[in-house]
């Protein structure tokens, strides 16, 4: 059985860091894409990052986390990393771990059905 459990969600003051971890199990994410959604109540869940297994230096991030967040991974754990720093109120959302099933080289997937697996979700919130 494949599970995906984050850890490191909190509350933060605007301007602060924290660091999401999501550790699997169950199989191995060597060839797929692994990444980071968020979701507020009342609107749909959102791409923030995505860790490609193609390319250490190729990684996605939506336009609003970009030079804020740094998504990593280490296959040797089968875990993958958010931090996220210069938090603001607007980074309030449950924050998801997803892995992908297979990923085919040179692409990045960013959208939710593009997904397999999915972690149970880690509140974040940070205060003004």
């Known amino acids: 059985q494949v599970q995906l459990v984050e850890s490191g969600g909190g509350l933060v003051q605007a301007g602060g860091s924290l660091r999401l971890s999501c550790a699997a199990s169950?199989?191995?994410?060597?060839?797929?894409?692994m990444g980071w959604f968020r979701q507020v109540p009342g609107k749909e869940r959102e791409v923030v990052a995505v860790s490609n297994w193609w390319s250490s230096i190729s990684a996605y991030y939506s336009d609003s986390v970009k030079g804020r967040f740094t998504i990593s991974r280490d296959n040797s754990k089968n875990m993958v990393s958010l931090q996220m720093n210069s938090l603001k109120p607007e980074d309030t959302a449950v924050y998801y771990c997803?892995?992908?099933?297979?990923?085919?080289?040179?692409?990045?997937?960013?959208?939710?059905?593009?997904?397999?697996?999915w972690g149970q979700g880690t509140q974040v919130t940070v205060s003004s």
């Open positions: 997803a892995a992908a099933g297979t990923t085919a080289w040179g692409t990045i997937p960013t959208r939710q059905y593009e997904y397999d697996y």
């Open positions: 169950g199989r191995t994410f060597s060839r797929s894409a």
